[in-house]
Structures are given as structure tokens and as C-alpha cells.
């Protein structure tokens, strides 16, 4: 399994490669690759339908740390799986259409292909760490691709906000991973299934949850995380299909089911879910309806049917989740056909807007009829596979292990979804196709081939399971039902129920959300009401946040970093001074050993006199020349010192230097202005006393390191050692040019560097031409 | 004005007729503690720094222009002859066998040098090296202020 | 002596400090300037003091009979002092270089861009 996933990574970057003005023709083709891996799958799918046993393939990639590229497949894998290839299958083909005079179409294949491979990674690994991995690979990618239109501000940043939410998630659940592994010692989900009570009784239990809650509700658009798949819809169509309804948001879902058995049974987790996904998916449903921009409609209406599914999974009993798994494909289908006619229908018109969109089925009769059984399936009108899902839905709601309360609670949100849900559902697949059809769009031409099939294909399989449901439900449905549930189960779906509390709920559902469907008119007005919501809506209050840190950032960076030299330094200084003065005092006790220290004489004392002097005036002066001579009269002085105390070498040198360095300043200083009084008293006192704090720490500093003396092996070697293999008696010379004398050669040319840097400095004049020397 | 021009030919006359003479002595200092420098205070670094303070002198008294010609070769070429002067003095005997940078004399002692070895050219090219840096910085920003 | 020694590292070290504080470019380079001898008595300070006996052998001998100052200080200080001159002359350099170009000494005036990027 490994193979097939590097190679769809491969082959992403491959299809970089092919520049569109030459190629164009050949992305049609591109399709074989998921294709491919669909049918791959494919033979998998006898063994994994036999068994509970799940097909296990090993691969070290990093053992020491137990992160392998470890792939496993089971019911649940393999529905995902085969969702992901085989709606990417249609998706690669239409888009080729789509965006066919797009000149960067083949960057959209790219990270499309990229998507595919992450999503396959991830519900394919058995690691969790690679899973995380291909996580975040899905996240990057599909921020390029809800970003692909790169000149738009808007797309752009719901790419951000889709990033960020998506990225934030990542990060919890990266968390939840890590202690997953912490406390149960393996990243194996195939072990933690083995033991699922290791965690289940761990005190890390409620962290490990919520934590993987917050990477799985971002992903899954869940409340209150919802609000960046309505954003996400600024990419092209074709992604909206894949990605935001029929794969990616369903990423998350897809953590939940994988957990459930691992994870689940505690009411905290079970409770979590259903409200979250209770919450999510009655406020989808109920927004959607008033969007007239059908890609919008779309949208919530995706994240009601996420918030079913998760509501589905926090039920977690066996029928609820079959259901779940029932619902995941079903809304797969219905909802990636209507995005689909939504592109096609987009594409035709240039307006995605139903209150002006009306009568296209003398048009596109072909896509009218896909988009019909499309909108009947949301609808869950019998002979379609929505009805299968949502007589689960409501077996669920009124199943006889609730009390009395729990069943009118669970069953009135359902049914408040599902009236909504439908009419939505007509909103988007009916609508537009009824009525009379505006002059302006008569002119339209039939869409070809590569646009109808895709949607036709999935609505005529919607059409398909409907009626003969032994097809899916032996074969797929069962063995991930049993993957999410644990153990094995006897569910089936079937037609014909009989006339019960069921049938009934449906047929209310249906003409409550027929009569909802005429009652609302598509319109500005309706819109525009719900932008009053905004102002509560999460986004806002994330927004306010972010805008937050960055005044924050803001303030804390201009405080700190001013661009004043002196500030950094005086930081730096303060901090220094602080710290070490700080550890000095409170730990070192001071000693100094008065006995070492050597007495000094009347000349010695009247040199440092002078040194100390000219210090004063170094500072105090505001005459340049005072300063140079003062800087001279110092390193004079310092000379002295190196004469008394056996540093002739050092004598003649800083003699020498300091000669030409005054020779310098004087060569150039003298055509600067004289100093400036920049600063009052009262900041040069300050900076005083930090200075003189500065410099005593430092004097402490010394007088401590006196008090154990220096190694002297080092200089005891090159002092026995200067004349007999370096033949030279003067030591200090011997070191500079024998045994040191790779560093002075460094140091030579450390000099050279100096001298060109100052000649090029000199000579070279900058081209907008300087103010005359 | 002519009294100033006067004036500054005058004041430049004491110091000119010193360097004439301070000069060659202040060289020939120089190449002394350059060459002692292995057995007594000295070395290439100071050598090479006595000897730029006399060009420097002189440069004072007259011009570093007229300093420039005293030389055939401008200052700044002065460096990379010392750069591979020093680096010959390594490769030296890597070229008799030894690893790089090892010490080799002659067998015998020169007079009024002492042991004539890598050191002694080593301490040659870093003479050469200052001479060549301390000369380029101030000509050049004399030339430039 | 070793005392007085290290109050003048102290010293060195707040004046060099005490004048990078200050606006003006030409002081700040003084300062470091400071700083560098500071920190060139901080080492020979370490060495340890040893009065008027230069770590040279005396010709007669070929090898040291007697106390001598410690000469790896002084190789590190001679390295420094004549590095410190080669930083001087490029740092001058680009101080005027700056002062041509923009006309001030003022090391604020040149903080503009740091704003604006």
C-alpha cells in the first residue's frame, strides 16, 4: 500500500511538468490515476467484506521512536477509501472541463493529486503519527486549493482562515496523539484497538478526548469551528465537491468513527458529540435555507449533514452507527452532485444566484434529472438512497433504549433537520431547473460530456442503492460498521419497514420540507439578515482575537526592538547586570584572598591616576579632540603598564597602534561637526548609573576569578618548549609565529580583509550620487 | 595669502629636514626588531608597524602621494606579496615532507640573525602584511577627506 | 596592584558603555574602543601580574631558570590590539561614510527605515 501512495505523491509533482498550453488535452486523462487507485482498492475489497480481520502492511520508517508507515485496511478504510478514488475519479475528469481555459491547471492537478494521496495516507494509516502527518498534508493542500484563485483577497483569505482553523486542530490533536502514546505506549491504532481500556480508565483520559475533539471538529466544520467551510467555497467548484463535501470535512468524521472503539462508551465523549453535532447540524440546516448563492446553500447544508454524522457517532449504539456510515456515502453522493450542477450550472449562466436562476431544464434536461434525484435523496423520498439513511436516522431518534423525554428531544432535532435539510436540498437540485426560463439564458449550450457524466453517474448510483440496497450494504456498509462498532453486527438495509412511528416521521419530514420549500423565496432580503448574525458569530470573536495579538505584537516588538542602538544594548546591559549580578550575590560567596594581591608603587598608582582621568574626560568632553587625546593619553598609559610588568612585546605594539589609531581619528574626525549635546542630564544619570552598575559587576567579576588562578600548562609547555623545537627565545614571537602561527596567518588575513574593505568603502561611490566631501 | 603659503612652507621645513634623516634610521629599526624578534622584544607586527609610522612621517612632511612614489608599487600590493609570503613559508615544508605550517631551518646559524627558518619568512610576509594595511587605510582616507 | 588593575577594568568597562549609550556615532565607537582595552587588562589581569620578567630566555640559557610573565595573555592581547586597529580604521571609515551620506552624526537619524520597510 505504500507503493501506490509515494507513487500518487510522485506523480503530483509530475504533473507540474505538463504546461497546459500543450498538454491541454491530456488532463482528461489524468483521471486514470485515481482510477486506478479505485480499482486497486477494489481487489481488496472480498477479503475485507469476509472478515472482521483487517489487511495489514508493515513498513519501518522510524522504529526507534514507533513511527512507522504502518497501512491497514478495514470496512471503515476501505469506504473512505473508495469514496476518496472513486468520487476523485469523476472530480479529475470534470475538472479538466472546468477549468480548461485555466492557464494553471496543472499547479490545480498538482495539489489535487497531493490531496488524494494525503487523504488516502489518512485513512489508510495505522500510525499515528503518519496519520497526523497525512493530516496536515490534506490541510496544506486544500489551502491551495481554496486559495487557488490567487488574485482574489477573498479567496485568499478564507484560504488563511481554512489554514488556520484546520492547522489549529492539527495541533490539539497532535497533542491527543502524543499522549495517546504516552500513556498506552504505542502509536498503533491496530493495538490500541487490542486494549481499548488502557485509555478508557486513564486520569489523562477527558485531555487525551477533548483534545482529539478540537483536531477532529475543526476539520469537520463543527460548531463553533463551522464558519470556514462557507469561506472555503471561494475555490473552484470542482474542490468545493471533493474536498468540502464529499472528502476532507468528512476527515474528521472519520477520526471520531476510528476512535469510537477506542475511545468510546464514556458518557463525556458520547454526550460531547451529540451535543456538538445536535448544535452543528440544526443551525446548518436552518441557515442553509436562506442562502440564495447555491454554493453557500450548499455549504451549511454540508455542515448539517457533518453534524449529523457526528451526532450519529455520539449516539453510538449499533444502529446509530450504521447509520453513520450509511449517511457518510449517501451524503457523499447527493451533496458531490449537487456541487457539481452548481459548477455546470455556473459555468453555463455566471451566476450561482436562485432567486435569477430558474427553467434551465429545457436547457440541461440531462443535468435537471441528476440534480432531481439528487435533491429527492437529500429529501430521503423513497426509491432514493437518502431514504435508507434517513429511516436510520429516525430508527435511531425512537429507538426503544431511550426514555420518553430523550426520544421527543433526539427525534425533534432530527426531524427539524431533516424539514430543513429538504427543503434545502430542493433549493439547490429543483429550483433552478423549474419555472420559466429567463431570455438571457436561452442561448445557453448543452454541456458536454466530461461536465454531465460525473454528476449523472453518482446521481444514477444514488438512484441504484436506492432501490437494490443489498448491493452496498453487504459489502461496504457492514464491514465498517463493524470496524467503527468493535464487534460484528447483523444490520441490514432493507426497502420496507412496514407502517410504523418511522415511515410516518418521513412522510412528515417530506411534506413539512416540501411546504418549506415553497413558503421560502430565494432573496437579498433573507441574506441580508443573516449577516446580522455575524456580529455573535464565532469568526468575529476570533478575528477581535487575532487583531488583538497583533496589536500586542505590535507594541512588544516597537517597545524592544526601536531601532535604537542604544536601547538593544541597554537591555542587553540591564539583563546582564541583573542576572549575573543576581546569581553572584544570592549563591557565590565573595571572597578575595588579600594575601595574593601584590602592593603597588607611587608611579604605578600616579599611571593609573592619569588613566583614570582620562577616562573622565573621554566622556565628559565635547570637544573631539579632547577625546582623541585623552583616547591616546589612555593607551600610552596602558603601554606603561605592559612595561612593568614584563610585556615588552605588548609595549611596543600598543605604542605603535595607538599612535596611528590617534593619526586616524585625527585624519578623519576632523571633518566631522563637534559633538552634539543630544541628551539632558537626566538621561545621562541614568544611563550613568546603569554603566557604573556595569562596570563594578564586571570588577566583581575579576576580583572573583582572581581568586583561583589560571591553568598554566599551556604557557609552561611553550615556555620549555620555545627554544628547543622552535628555536626562538622570545616566547610571546615564538607563539605569534611557530606555535600559533595558523592563527596569525588567519589574522593577516583578517587585516588584508580591513584594508580592502576601507579602500572599497572609499572608492566606491553610490550611484544616486552622495552630498559633496 | 603669500605669507600664509610663505608660513606653511616654513613650518614644514623642521619636519621635512628630519624625516630625511628619520626615515632610513626609523626603517632600518624596523627590519632590526623584525629580525630579532625571535630571540628578543620585536616581531614582523611591531617591525611592520615602526615602519608605516616612518611612512606616515613622511607623508606628514610631504604628501602621501610623493609617499606613494617613494614606492614603485602602490601600498595595497604590498599585502597580497605578504599573504603569500606567509603562506609560502607554510607550504615550505609541506614541500620537504612535514605537515603544513611545521617549523624548518638551515642547518647552520646565520650571523647576526640566528637560526634562518619558515618562522623568520612567516614573520616576513606578516611585516609585509601590516606595512601594506596600515599604509592603504590612511593613504586612502587621506586621499578621500 | 592586581587591585587597582581591576578597578580600571571596571572603569574601562562603564565608560565604554556609558559612551555606546550616547546618539553620536564617533562616541560609540570610542566606547568600543574602551571596551577593548578593557577587556585587554582583563586578560593580563588574568595571567597573572609578574613584575618587569619578560617571558623571554636569556641568550646565555635555553630554557627559563626563573619566574617569567605569562606569554599566552600576551600573544592573545598582541592579536587583539592589532585586530582592534583594523576594526578601528574600517569602522571610522564607514562612520564618515555615513556622515557623507547622510549628513549627521546622529545615530536616530538613521533609524528612519527601520519604520517604513
Not at chain 1, 434551465?360 to 434536461?365: A, I, N, Q, S, W
Not at chain 1, 435533491?375 to 426509491?383: D, E, T
Not at chain 1, 626562538?728 to 614571537?733: C, I, L
Not at chain 3, 627559563?64 to 598582541?78: H, K, M, R, S
Amino acid at each position: 500500500m505504500l507503493l501506490p501512495i509515494i507513487v500518487t505523491f510522485l506523480l503530483a509533482f509530475l504533473m507540474l511538468l505538463l504546461k497546459p498550453q500543450k498538454f491541454l488535452r491530456f488532463f482528461k486523462f489524468i483521471c486514470v490515476v485515481p482510477l486506478l487507485l479505485f480499482l486497486y482498492l477494489l481487489t481488496y475489497l472480498p477479503s475485507v467484506y469476509q472478515g472482521t480481520k483487517s489487511i495489514f502492511f508493515k513498513n519501518e520508517w522510524i522504529p526507534s521512536l514507533g513511527i512507522s508507515l504502518d497501512f491497514k485496511i478495514d470496512g471503515l478504510s476501505m469506504l473512505f477509501g473508495l469514496m476518496i478514488t472513486g468520487i476523485g475519479t469523476l472530480i479529475y475528469l470534470y475538472a479538466a472541463e472546468y477549468l480548461k481555459r485555466d492557464e494553471n491547471i496543472h499547479r490545480f492537478y498538482c495539489y489535487l493529486t497531493l490531496f488524494m494521496g494525503a487523504m488516502l495516507g489518512v485513512v489508510l494509516s495505522d500510525n499515528l503519527i503518519t496519520l497526523f502527518v497525512f493530516w496536515e498534508l490534506t490541510s496544506i493542500s486544500s489551502f491551495f486549493l481554496i486559495g487557488y484563485n490567487t488574485d482574489q483577497e477573498a479567496s485568499r483569505k478564507s484560504a488563511m482562515w481554512a489554514l488556520g482553523l484546520t492547522g489549529l486542530g492539527g495541533f490539539f490533536m497532535l497533542a491527543s496523539f502524543a499522549l495517546i502514546g504516552i500513556v498506552a505506549g504505542t502509536y498503533s491504532l491496530n493495538e490500541l484497538l487490542a486494549y481499548p481500556d488502557v485509555l478508557l480508565n486513564n486520569q489523562y483520559y477527558y485531555i487525551i478526548i477533548f483534545l482529539l475533539f478540537a483536531g477532529a471538529f475543526t476539520k469537520s466544520a463543527q460548531f463553533p469551528f463551522h464558519f470556514w467551510l462557507p469561506g472555503a467555497m471561494k475555490a473552484p467548484t470542482p474542490v468545493s465537491a471533493y474536498l468540502h463535501s464529499a472528502t476532507m470535512v468528512k476527515a474528521g468524521i472519520y477520526i471520531l468513527a476510528r476512535f469510537s472503539p477506542i475511545l468510546g462508551g464514556d458518557t463525556v465523549w458520547n454526550d460531547t458529540l451529540m451535543i456538538v453535532g445536535g448544535i452543528t447540524m440544526v443551525m446548518g440546516a436552518v441557515l442553509s435555507v436562506f442562502h440564495k448563492d447555491m454554493k453557500g446553500l450548499l455549504a451549511y447544508s454540508t455542515i448539517s449533514a457533518l453534524g449529523i454524522i457526528v451526532f450519529l457517532i455520539g449516539i453510538g449504539t449499533e444502529t446509530s452507527l450504521y447509520a453513520a456510515c450509511t449517511f457518510i456515502l449517501v451524503h457523499a453522493l447527493y451533496k458531490a452532485t449537487l456541487f457539481l450542477i452548481t459548477g455546470i450550472v455556473d459555468h453555463a449562466t455566471h451566476t450561482r444566484d436562485l432567486s435569477v436562476l430558474r427553467g434551465l431544464r429545457k436547457v440541461m434536461p440531462v443535468i435537471a434529472i441528476a440534480g432531481f434525484i439528487a435533491a429527492l435523496s437529500s429529501a430521503g423520498i423513497p426509491f432514493t438512497f437518502g431514504f435508507l439513511s434517513k429511516e436510520l436516522i429516525y430508527g435511531v431518534s425512537t429507538d426503544g433504549i431511550w426514555t420518553q423525554e430523550t426520544v421527543f428531544v433526539l427525534t425533534g432535532i432530527a426531524l427539524l433537520t431533516n424539514i430543513f435539510l429538504t427543503s434545502s436540498g430542493f433549493l439547490a437540485g429543483i429550483r433552478p431547473f423549474f419555472g420559466k426560463l429567463p431570455k438571457e439564458f436561452e442561448k445557453i449550450k448543452k454541456p458536454n460530456f466530461y461536465l454531465w457524466f460525473p454528476p449523472v453517474l453518482l446521481s444514477a448510483l444514488t438512484l441504484l442503492f436506492g432501490i437494490v440496497p443489498s448491493i452496498i450494504d453487504q459489502s461496504i456498509l457492514k464491514s465498517a460498521t463493524i470496524s467503527v462498532l468493535g464487534t460484528s453486527t447483523q444490520m441490514y438495509l432493507s426497502l420496507w419497514h412496514g407502517f410504523n412511528l418511522v415511515l410516518l416521521l418521513s412522510a412528515i419530514t417530506i411534506v413539512l420540507g416540501i411546504l418549506l420549500y415553497l413558503v421560502i423565496k430565494p432573496s437579498s432580503r433573507n441574506e441580508s439578515r443573516l449577516k446580522g448574525l455575524d456580529d455573535f458569530s464565532p469568526q468575529t470573536i476570533l478575528t477581535s482575537i487575532a487583531l488583538g495579538i497583533r496589536w500586542f505584537a505590535f507594541r512588544y516588538t516597537r517597545f524592544f526592538h526601536n531601532g535604537y542602538l542604544r536601547v538593544y544594548i541597554m537591555f542587553i546591559v540591564i539583563f546582564f547586570t541583573g542576572i549575573v549580578g543576581y546569581k553572584l550575590f544570592a549563591d557565590v560567596p565573595l571572597r578575595v584572598n588579600t594575601e595574593d594581591l601584590s602592593a603597588f608603587r607611587i608611579y604605578e598608582f600616579t599611571v593609573f591616576v592619569i588613566t583614570i582621568i582620562a577616562i573622565y574626560f573621554i566622556t565628559s568632553t565635547t570637544s573631539r579632540l579632547t577625546s582623541i587625546a585623552a583616547l591616546g593619553v589612555i593607551g600610552y598609559s596602558i603601554c606603561l603598564i605592559f612595561v612593568f610588568y614584563g610585556a615588552p612585546d605588548l609595549a611596543m605594539t600598543q605604542f605603535a597602534i595607538d599612535t596611528l589609531t590617534v593619526v586616524l581619528f585625527v585624519l578623519v574626525l576632523f571633518k566631522l561637526p563637534p559633538f552634539l549635546k543630544f541628551t539632558n542630564k537626566k538621561i545621562q544619570f541614568r544611563d550613568g548609573v546603569i554603566s557604573v552598575c556595569f562596570g563594578i559587576l564586571i570588577s566583581l567579576i575579576t576580583l572573583q576569578a582572581l581568586v583561583s588562578p589560571a591553568d598554566k600548562s599551556v604557557s609552561k609547555f611553550y615556555a620549555d618548549n620555545a627554544y628547543i623545537l622552535a628555536k626562538g627565545k622570545n616566547v610571546v614571537n615564538v607563539i605569534l609565529v611557530d606555535f600559533r602561527g595558523f592563527d596569525t596567518m588567519i589574522e593577516t588575513i583578517v587585516l588584508s580583509i580591513a584594508a580592502v574593505g576601507v579602500y572599497s568603502i572609499l572608492k566606491y561611490k553610490t550611484q544616486d550620487g552622495e552630498k559633496s566631501e | 595669502m603669500e605669507k600664509n603659503r610663505n608660513n606653511e612652507r616654513l613650518d614644514k621645513t623642521i619636519l621635512r629636514t628630519s624625516t630625511n634623516y628619520l626615515l632610513p634610521l626609523l626603517i632600518l629599526f624596523s627590519i632590526f626588531l623584525l629580525i630579532r624578534g625571535h630571540y628578543l622584544p620585536g616581531g614582523g607586527f611591531v617591525g611592520g608597524l615602526v615602519a608605516s609610522i616612518a611612512f606616515v612621517l613622511h607623508s606628514f612632511a610631504y604628501s602621501p602621494t610623493q609617499t606613494v612614489k617613494m614606492f614603485s608599487i602602490k601600498p595595497f600590493f604590498v599585502i597580497p606579496t605578504g599573504l603569500m609570503l606567509c603562506f609560502f613559508s607554510g607550504m615550505l615544508p609541506a614541500l620537504l615532507g612535514y605537515p603544513f605550517m611545521s617549523g624548518v631551518w638551515f642547518a647552520d646559524n646565520v650571523v647576526a640573525i640566528g637560526a634562518f627558518g619558515s618562522a623568520l619568512i612567516f614573520d616576513i610576509g606578516v611585516y609585509m602584511v601590516v606595512i601594506g594595511v596600515v599604509l592603504t587605510i590612511l593613504f586612502t582616507i587621506s586621499e578621500n577627506t | 596592584m592586581e587591585l587597582l588593575l581591576v578597578i580600571l577594568v571596571g572603569a574601562f568597562y562603564s565608560a565604554g558603555i556609558y559612551m555606546m549609550f550616547r546618539r553620536s556615532m564617533v562616541k560609540l565607537l570610542m566606547g568600543l574602543l574602551l571596551l577593548g582595552n578593557g577587556a585587554n587588562i582583563l586578560i593580563f589581569l588574568m595571567g597573572g601580574l609578574t613584575k618587569g620578567k619578560a617571558p623571554i630566555i636569556r641568550p646565555e640559557n635555553s630554557k627559563f631558570l626563573e619566574v617569567y610573565a605569562d606569554p599566552v595573555p600576551q600573544a592573545l592581547i598582541l592579536t587583539a590590539i592589532v585586530i582592534s586597529f583594523a576594526l578601528t580604521a574600517f569602522a571610522i571609515v564607514l562612520l564618515k561614510r555615513v556622515y557623507t551620506t547622510t549628513g549627521s552624526d546622529d545615530l536616530d537619524s538613521l533609524n528612519i527605515q527601520d519604520l517604513d520597510i
